[in-house]
Structure formats: C-alpha cells, structure tokens
C-alpha cells in the first residue's frame, strides 16, 4: 500500500503526534479543538494498524478486506477531520497563548494528509470515494444535524441608561439600623474549654 521509506515517515510523524497528545491531554482534552486531535491521532493509529495487518496477512481476501477498511479510514481523514481540524488547530495559533502547540499540530496535521494521500484510494490522487462508503467508517462520524428556521419575533427596543439606573436603585434593599446611636455592642462572653486553658 505505501512504499517503505513512506511507511517508516509515516509511523516516525505518527509517533510525534502520540507524544504531543500524551504531553497535553491532560491540560488541554476539555478544548474544542482536542476533540479532532483525538479523531485524527486515532485514525492515523487505525491505518497504520491496518497497513501492518494486512502485510502480515497471508489469506488474500482477508488483505484486500483490510486494504479496504484502510483506504476509507484514510479518506474519512482526508476528506472530512482534516479540513475541520485544520480550522481548529489555525484557532489555537489565533489565540495566541498556546502558538508552538498550534504550530506543531498545524505541521503534523499537514505532513500526515501528505503521507496518507501516497495511499492508493485516497483522496484526489485516487479514486473519490463515494460519501456513503466514508460514512461506513466506524469511528466518529456522527449524525447530520438539520436545523429549521424559526421566524424571530421583532427584538424589544432596549432600555435607556436613565431607566437602567433608575430600576437597579429600586431593587436595592435598603439596610436596616439594628442599632441606635449611643448603645454599645455587647459581647457574649464564651465558655472556657481545656483547650483555651492549655492554648491561653
């Protein structure tokens, strides 16, 4: 399926981006932008799996079956998590507080779609897959979610600063002396414990 030198890159890049993702999982797994890390650092997984699967296969139905099952996991990577990712990964160097991380993960990301489009069958180098094979893939496809367009009544005309003020100084509880001028606080005085007479 890939020639040598390009399986060894790819298992080399594959092995950079499981460091990273280990590194930064626990800071970093409730962000968006890790949800399609974790997508992509397991596809990658899942064809390289498969590559040395089916090398170590000896029946050839049983090849070509895994051959097949590598080909649309990378071309469920190619064409679908990779461009989201991308857009994902361009936020984090946006932000500007984590920009190596984002840098690293941008030129991972790019490397990665190089070596997975030298597989036969992926991507534009070979033949497009159909959407309804990408959508045999197994892992994190997910539904289509339709939204319908509800007609949005007119928004109420905002409220002036005057009005604003005017309805916070009323919901303000006003506080209540409880004392008088003139009266003293009186302090109840605690009862002494062992405690108070070895501490003092």
């Given amino acids: 399926m890939l020639p040598k030198d390009k399986l060894e890159r790819l298992q080399t890049e594959y092995a950079i981006l499981h460091l990273v993702y280990h590194r930064n999982y626990n800071q970093h797994r409730v962000a968006i932008w890790w949800r399609y890390l ?14 040395y699967e089916a090398e170590e296969t000896k029946k050839i139905k049983r090849r070509e079956e895994i051959q097949k099952e590598v080909v649309l996991t990378a071309n469920h990577l190619v064409l679908r998590v990779m461009k989201r990712a991308y857009y994902h990964f361009n936020s984090v160097i946006a932000l500007g507080q984590f920009v190596n991380l984002g840098f690293v993960l941008v030129a991972s990301l790019s490397a990665l779609r190089l070596l997975l489009m030298e597989i036969q069958g992926v991507g534009v180098r070979g033949r497009q897959v159909e959407p309804e094979e990408v ?40 506080k209540q002396k409880s004392e008088k001028k003139g009266e003293k606080k009186t302090k109840k005085k605690k009862k002494k414990s062992a405690i108070d007479d070895i501490f003092g």
């Fill in 135 to 174: 959508a045999q893939v197994e892992d994190d496809v997910g539904e289509e979610v339709v939204f319908e367009l509800v007609s949005k009544a007119p928004p109420e005309p905002l409220m002036s600063m005057d009005v604003m003020a005017e309805a916070s100084i009323e919901q303000k509880p006003k």
């Fill in 38 to 51: 974790n997508m992509f650092h397991r596809g990658v997984r899942k064809v390289l799996r498969g590559i």
